[in-house]
C-alpha cells in the first residue's frame, strides 16, 4: 500500500475543507425561531407538553433536521416582541420564524392599529434578515363586540398578505371554538391545557410544513 506524502499546505488544505464542510452542514440546517407569548410558552403546563415542544417532536418523527428556538414569553404584546426581535434574528440566524403575538394586545385594550404596525414591522424585519415568515392569528370573545372582534381577527390576514407571509388564521381553532370550549382550558379559562396542544400544533403544522419544504 502506497502512502503519498503530505505537505504541511496539504495538511491546512484538508482542514480548511473539513472546516468548511461543517459550517456548511450547519448553515442547511433549518432553524425555526417561535416568538410568542404564553399560548407557546407552556404557561401553567407541564415542561414539554406545548405546542412548540411537540412541534420539535413533530419534526423528528418526519425526519426534517430542523432546531427549534422558542424565545416565548408569557405575557409579552407585540410591541415587546418588536423590541425583542432584532436580537433574536442576530443571535440565532433563523431560516423561519413564527410570530404568535396579539392576544394580550386585545386583553389590554392596546389600539388595533399598533398591533398590525407592529406586526408588519416584524414580519419585514425577518424576512429582511432572511426569514420566511408564519404568522399566527388569533381571535377574541363576541363580547368585545363585533366591530373589534372582526377588525382584530382581520389585521392578521392584512399583514400576512400585504407582507406576502403564510398564515395561520386562529391558533386555538378546535380548542376555543368547541361546543363546550372549558374542558379545554385551565382555571383561568384563557389559557388551554395540555390536552389541547397537540390541536394547536395540527393548526400551525401545514403551513409551517409548507415553508420548511
Given at each position: 500500500m502506497r502512502v503519498s506524502k503530505w505537505t504541511?499546505?496539504?495538511?491546512v488544505a484538508a482542514g480548511l475543507v473539513a472546516c468548511h464542510g461543517g459550517w456548511a452542514a450547519a448553515a442547511g440546517?433549518?432553524?425555526?425561531?417561535?416568538?410568542?407569548?404564553?399560548?407557546?410558552?407552556?404557561?401553567?403546563?407541564?415542561?414539554?407538553t406545548g405546542w412548540v415542544a411537540l412541534l420539535e417532536q413533530r419534526l423528528a418523527s418526519d425526519k426534517i433536521a430542523a432546531r427549534v428556538v422558542n424565545a416565548s414569553i408569557s405575557g409579552d404584546t407585540t410591541s415587546g416582541g418588536r423590541s425583542r426581535l432584532p436580537a433574536?434574528?442576530?443571535?440565532?440566524?433563523?431560516?423561519?420564524?413564527?410570530?404568535?403575538l396579539g392576544a394580550n394586545d386585545a386583553l389590554r385594550g392596546l389600539p388595533l392599529a399598533g398591533t398590525e404596525d407592529n406586526l408588519a414591522?416584524?414580519?419585514?424585519?425577518?424576512?429582511?434578515?432572511?426569514?420566511?415568515?408564519?404568522?399566527?392569528?388569533?381571535?377574541?370573545?363576541?363580547?368585545y363586540g363585533t366591530d373589534y372582534t372582526n377588525r382584530f381577527s382581520g389585521l392578521f390576514a392584512k399583514v400576512a398578505k400585504e407582507r406576502k407571509a403564510a398564515l395561520v388564521p386562529f391558533l386555538l381553532a378546535g380548542v376555543a371554538d368547541v361546543a363546550d370550549p372549558t374542558s379545554m382550558f385551565q382555571a383561568d379559562r384563557i389559557h388551554p391545557k395540555a390536552e389541547a396542544q397537540p390541536r394547536m400544533l395540527d393548526n400551525v403544522w401545514p403551513e409551517l410544513k409548507k415553508l420548511l419544504r
Open positions: 504541511r499546505r496539504d495538511f440546517t433549518p432553524v425555526v425561531l417561535v416568538v410568542g407569548d404564553s399560548l407557546s410558552a407552556e404557561y401553567g403546563l407541564k415542561r414539554g433574536l434574528l442576530q443571535q440565532h440566524k433563523p431560516t423561519h420564524v413564527v410570530l404568535e414591522a416584524m414580519t419585514q424585519a425577518a424576512q429582511t434578515a432572511g426569514a420566511r415568515v408564519l404568522l399566527v392569528g388569533m381571535q377574541v370573545p363576541p363580547n
